[in-house]
């Protein structure tokens, strides 16, 4: 069973709560009034544009790397000499039995 004493200090302190919400309240109410309401902004004219939807569309990615290739062939050649043209470009996809390059023969 509830005391006198409990009841009357539940009852101050509930008062005293309710009171600093009552008083914040009306402060935070009075500082709000005391603010100016801004300015308005004046009204802008916009151009409304139609959306068409598309079906696809292009996405560009850029990578930083280092490319090497995945297989790596050393020529070795009889006898040394000069190139007198290179037929393929560096890089280029070439197929077994395709020439190269071909030798200058006017030294032989």
């Known amino acids: 069973m509830k005391t006198t004493a409990t009841v009357l ?3 101050m302190t509930t008062a005293l709560a309710l009171g600093l919400v ?4 009306s402060l935070i109410a009075d500082r709000a009034g005391s603010v100016g309401l801004p300015a308005v902004a004046p009204a802008v ?4 544009l139609s959306l068409k939807v598309q079906p696809d569309y292009a996405i560009e990615r850029h990578f ?9 062939a050393d020529l070795a050649f009889e006898s040394a000499g000069t190139l007198a043209e290179v037929l393929v470009e560096e890089g280029a996809n070439v197929v077994t039995g ?3 390059a071909r030798s200058d023969t006017r030294a032989l």
Do not use: C, D, Y
């Open 45 to 48: 004219n916009v151009e409304v």
């Open 9 to 11: 200090s539940t009852s």
């Open 64 to 72: 930083v790397g280092q490319l090497e290739a995945a297989q790596q």
């Open 98 to 100: 395709q020439i190269l």
């Open 22 to 25: 009552i008083l914040g309240s």
